[in-house]
């Protein structure tokens, strides 16, 4: 992944703020969402070719930030996300006449603690900028080896077991080859041993509590190893990653990480302590694209099985999504699924589509797909416009 990319003079930078209605609620642990509040950031800038014996190109690039609009799932949420660009990563990069390079981003964004959403979400508009002067794919940069992914579905709480059924049943349908279902205390044993029930033994099924479990729920989820799951997602608070250690080791079922997982380092700590059986790599949450390529990378080395997560991303960061889980330590199906698991309509010219159960791998430059700009104006509104100083 590592070959050089042509540098960027950055010459603006817009933040829009676009209202993507969702075809169907989707209710977790820490609540119910109907519309998906999404910031979308698009550079312009200058690439200057050293190959081509300094020539200089106008590009765009597109980056896609994953807070929520509420402070529930993470601590960054996205009116603070817009917040920390506008006030304290964008003027670091947008100071002097220094050019930018999305391997270095991270490194010039240090001194601003936390925040790897609005991070990762300028890492990655630059980035793409940089791939399509280069005109190379972000899988292939990334190191991606596969063409196609398998493609695995998240569902919703229902507090019905049979509309959970239903939904359930529409997406086998769909093709969709693994099946992850949120769960909370009071909707977890029997709902998901109904699910199992209907797909029958051979379909691949797990859970996500998003947190909604204590310590002392351990002989309460160990009732879950009869069901033969692939893994249970985050049952403890992101901070407890001694928690997940303890419960690791009284429940049979892989324990995986998900919010506790910020960094490379802290997936590494997770790790020795025994708390990360499995891991689930966001891209947004560890600070972007390049993070994740290393904590895929370490996780490779200590045997771990990763797969990619999602957060209700529009065809942008579900491209890049695609682009990353076509690494070969991507050993189990993502929550990499359709655009139209959420949307009636994308916000790229080609969204991602699931054919026999897995999504092909964008190949064209950059994220690869093209932004259908007058639909991000219909259903937005330009919070930013930054030039340089
Ligand atoms: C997870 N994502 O793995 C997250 C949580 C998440 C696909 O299960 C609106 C409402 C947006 C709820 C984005 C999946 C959301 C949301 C992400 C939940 O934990
Ligand atoms: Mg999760």
């Not at 479990?213 to 160990?222: I, N, P």
Request: charged residues 25%; aromatic residues 4%; negative net charge.
């Amino acid at each position: 992944m590592h070959s050089p990319l042509p540098h960027l003079r950055l010459r603006h930078v817009e933040l829009h703020r676009i209202a993507m209605p969702l075809v169907v609620p989707f209710r977790t642990s820490f609540g119910v969402e109907r519309e998906r509040d999404v910031l979308i950031l698009r550079v312009v800038g200058d690439a200057t070719d050293a190959d081509a014996g300094g020539e200089t190109t106008e590009v765009e690039g597109w980056g896609e930030c994953v807070a929520l609009a509420e402070p529930t799932y993470s601590p960054e949420y996205v009116d603070g996300a817009q917040d920390v660009i506008v006030r304290h990563l964008l003027p670091t990069l947008l100071s002097g006449s220094d050019t930018v390079d999305a391997a270095e981003v991270g490194a010039r964004l240090g001194h601003v603690h936390g925040h790897p959403m609005a991070k990762g979400a300028l890492e990655m508009a630059i980035l793409d900028a940089q791939l399509r002067a280069a005109d190379r794919s972000f899988a292939a940069h990334l190191g991606a080896t596969a063409e196609r992914i398998p493609s695995g579905v998240s569902v919703g709480i229902f507090d019905e077991i049979d509309d959970l059924l239903a939904a359930v049943q529409g997406y086998v349908d769909d093709g969709y080859v693994r099946i992850k279902l949120k769960i909370e205390p009071g909707r977890d044993i029997e709902h998901v041993a109904a699910v199992r029930e209907l797909i029958g033994p051979a379909t691949p099924l797990q859970v996500d509590a998003n947190t909604a479990y204590r310590r002392t729920d351990g002989e309460h989820l160990a009732r879950l190893d009869a069901l033969d799951l692939l893994l249970i997602e985050q049952p403890l608070p992101e901070e407890d990653v001694l928690g997940h250690a303890r419960l690791a080791a009284e429940v049979e079922t892989p324990i995986c990480l998900d919010e506790s997982l910020v960094s490379a380092d802290t997936t590494a700590d997770a790790i020795e302590l025994g708390a990360c059986e499995v891991a689930n790599i966001k891209p947004g949450g560890v600070g972007g694209y390049l993070e994740a390529v290393r904590i895929h990378d370490l996780c490779r080395e200590r045997g771990v099985p990763v797969w990619c997560g999602g957060m209700l991303e529009t065809g942008i960061g579900r491209a890049a999504n695609a682009g990353l889980a076509a690494l070969p330590g991507f050993t189990l199906p993502g929550d990499i699924s359709a655009s139209t698991r959420f949307y009636a309509r994308d916000i790229v010219t080609d969204p991602i589509t699931i054919d026999d159960g897995h999504v092909t791998v964008p190949t064209a430059a950059g994220l690869g797909f093209e932004i259908d700009r007058a639909y991000v104006a219909e259903i937005g509104r330009i919070a930013h416009d930054i030039s340089p100083t």
